[in-house]
Each structure stands twice: as structure tokens, then as C-alpha cells.
């Protein structure tokens, strides 16, 4: 694989997502869009972590008939981001589907997912 | 109008945080001594081909422990939180489509087989424990969606995931008597390197972690869609 600039495309794709969440999650009215837009944000992390960790000219991190056991240091791109990008990603779901529940309970209580209508804790 | 311009300063400040901290970026030339630590040493510590499972299970285990307990936690609260409406008797629903239950009858077994193909080979090829039980849920989603009468049992799941669980655990206390510490995959065999039966513990916990995590999801999404039933 010689790809030249990949590592700046999925950078670059990744703050603009990351701006394009931020943006959905303090512009946004509607609980299920600020969810969305949250979730947005969380791939963009996803997308600069990986990119961090890439290297040009080398392959996955998994031994195999590409890569030899003794020289792998200087033929694999860095496993730790991936293992954290790994990590977020349940955490993520997980995150999700607890704002959803609450989202959920929030209709039922109140029968509107506008952010302006719960006032309960402003002051 | 003030409260707009006040959220694209935020966002144009925000960006020039980003861009400031990453104009300087060039990809490396080499690892860093942490990564080229677990890429020289781990295929020979830990005997797993797959260096990413290496670090997920083996090095950064306790963090994968805390990562299962909070998927834990989520299945807990969702379940706690949903499972307190009554299910209203009585409540129609239109039949499955006979295109779906024909087609689920075909692709569960195999969507669960590959779930399982996926953390078995975790220490070898992409994939693990997460990936094998997210793919297991997917399964689980299908099935749901083609029986719409029958019930599942959720006690099965909750057995399934308390069992693995403990068994991820025990694992790893394991890994403090019989070798060097929490976690440690060294106390079974390494066996041949590249072969399904290597790398020690590793494919043991993994599995255990897949059953875990394809449980909780599979509660998740379960619990969710009764709510949503008794609801209609």
C-alpha cells in the first residue's frame, strides 16, 4: 500500500466531522440530533486517533507471511491507537445507547424531545 | 442572532485548537519505544500474530476490564431504567413478512457462526471479542425482528454474560498464581505461533469477552424492543 497523503485525508475528515458535531450538539434543538451529532463527533475522534497512529509504507500490525516476527518494529504501523481507537468505539455504543434510554424516558415524561421545553434545571 | 454568532465563535475557536495542534503533523518515521516495545516483544511474550489483541488483552487488559464493566453498567441502567413499563395485553401487531423469516431462518446460523469465527481467531486475524459480539447481537437483532411472538428468555442471557464474565476474571487471577501477573496469558501453553491453539489464555478470554459483550448488546436491544411493544 503507497498511498500518498491518506493519513492527511482521514485527518482532515476527522476535525472537519469533529467541528460538524460540536456545532450539532450546541446548535441543534431536538434531543435525538444532539445524540446523532454526538455520535458524529465520536467517529471523528475515532478518525485523528487512527491517523495518528499511521505510518507511511508499512502494513497492518498482525505477524503473518508480510511481516517477519523478528522485524516487525519497523514494518507495522503503531498497534496502541488501534487498540484505544477499539476501546472508544464500545465505550461509544455503549454511551449511545444509555443518551437513547434517557431520551426515551424524557418523551415519556414530558411528550417533547425540544430542548427548550425542560426547564427543570435552569435557573 | 447573538446567540448564533456567539456558537460560530465557539466552533471557530474550536477549530483553530484543532488545527493549531495539528499543522505540525508528519507521519512518523518509527515507533515510539512504548509501541516498538509490544511489536518486538509482544509475538514472543505473548505468542499472539495479532499485535492489536496483543495490547488489548494482554498489556492493557485491566483497561479491557473496565471497558466490559461499563458495557456491563450501560446493560444494567438500560435494563433498570426500561424494563419498569408494563406490557400492555392484547396489543396487535401486523404479521412478519414471510420474506424475513424465510431468510432469518438461513442467515442467523451463519451470521452466528462468523460472530464466533471472529473472536476465535482474534489472536490471528482482525477481529476479537468485541467485533465476534457485536456481530452475535446483529444475529440476535435479526431474530427478533422475524419472531415477533415468541419470547426470549432473558435469564439465559443474564447467565450467559454473568458466567463469562466471571470466568474473564478468574482468568486473570489465574494469570497471578500461575504466572507473572494480572492478566498474564502465560500460564496454558503458547503453542505454535500463527496456529488457532497458541498464544496461551488469549483466545480463552476473548471468547469470553465475545459471549459477554454479544449478551449485553443482545439484553440491550431486547429490552428496548419491549419497551417499544408495550408502548404501541
Redesign the interface.
Known amino acids: 500500500m503507497n498511498l500518498p497523503g491518506i493519513?492527511?485525508l482521514s485527518?482532515g475528515l476527522g476535525?472537519v466531522l469533529?467541528?460538524a458535531g460540536?456545532?450539532g450538539i450546541?446548535?441543534q434543538k431536538n434531543i435525538i440530533k444532539i445524540i446523532i451529532s454526538f455520535s458524529v463527533l465520536d467517529t471523528s475522534i475515532h478518525l485523528?486517533l487512527v491517523s495518528?497512529g499511521?505510518?507511511?509504507n508499512r502494513t497492518?500490525?498482525?505477524?503473518?507471511s508480510a511481516v517477519s516476527?523478528t522485524d516487525?518494529?519497523?514494518q507495522?504501523v503503531?498497534?496502541?491507537p488501534?487498540?484505544l481507537v477499539?476501546?472508544a468505539?464500545?465505550?461509544g455504543?455503549?454511551?449511545t445507547?444509555?443518551m437513547?434510554?434517557?431520551a426515551?424516558?424524557l418523551f415519556?415524561e414530558k411528550g417533547t424531545l425540544e430542548i427548550d421545553k425542560f426547564k427543570s434545571l435552569k435557573w | 442572532m447573538i446567540r448564533n454568532s456567539f456558537l460560530v465563535l465557539i466552533t471557530a475557536g474550536m477549530a483553530w485548537i484543532l488545527l493549531d495542534a495539528v499543522s505540525g503533523y508528519q507521519s512518523r518515521e518509527y515507533l515510539n519505544d512504548l509501541s516498538g516495545y509490544y511489536a518486538t516483544s509482544g509475538p514472543e511474550e505473548t505468542g499472539a500474530a495479532n499485535l492489536v489483541t496483543a495490547v488489548v488483552v494482554t498489556y492493557r487488559g485491566l483497561d479491557t476490564l473496565g471497558e466490559v464493566t461499563i458495557l456491563f453498567l450501560t446493560a444494567t441502567i438500560i435494563g433498570f431504567m426500561l424494563r419498569t413499563s408494563k406490557r400492555r395485553e392484547g396489543s396487535v401487531r401486523r404479521a412478519t413478512s414471510e420474506v424475513l423469516v424465510t431468510a432469518s431462518n438461513v442467515l442467523i446460523p451463519v451470521i452466528f457462526l462468523i460472530g464466533v469465527y471472529i473472536f476465535l481467531n482474534g489472536h490471528l486475524t482482525p477481529g476479537g471479542g468485541f467485533q465476534g459480539g457485536a456481530v452475535l447481537a446483529s444475529a440476535m437483532i435479526l431474530w427478533i425482528m422475524s419472531q415477533s411472538g415468541t419470547k426470549v428468555s432473558h435469564s439465559l442471557l443474564e447467565i450467559t454474560e454473568a458466567i463469562s464474565g466471571f470466568g474473564f476474571v478468574f482468568l486473570g487471577l489465574l494469570g497471578i498464581i500461575l504466572a507473572g501477573g494480572f492478566l498474564d496469558n502465560t500460564f496454558l501453553s503458547l503453542g505454535t505461533f500463527g496456529k488457532l491453539i497458541s498464544a496461551g489464555a488469549i483466545p480463552v478470554i476473548y471468547s469470553l469477552i465475545g459471549l459477554k459483550v454479544g449478551a449485553e448488546l443482545s439484553n440491550i436491544i431486547l429490552v428496548m424492543n419491549e419497551t417499544q411493544e408495550a408502548e404501541q
Open positions: 493519513e492527511y485527518l476535525i469533529f467541528l460540536l456545532w450546541i446548535h485523528i495518528i499511521y505510518m507511511r497492518a500490525p498482525i505477524i503473518d516476527k516487525a518494529a519497523s507495522v503503531d498497534p496502541l488501534q487498540a477499539l476501546t468505539i464500545v465505550i455504543v455503549g454511551i445507547a444509555l437513547l434510554t434517557y426515551l424516558k415519556n
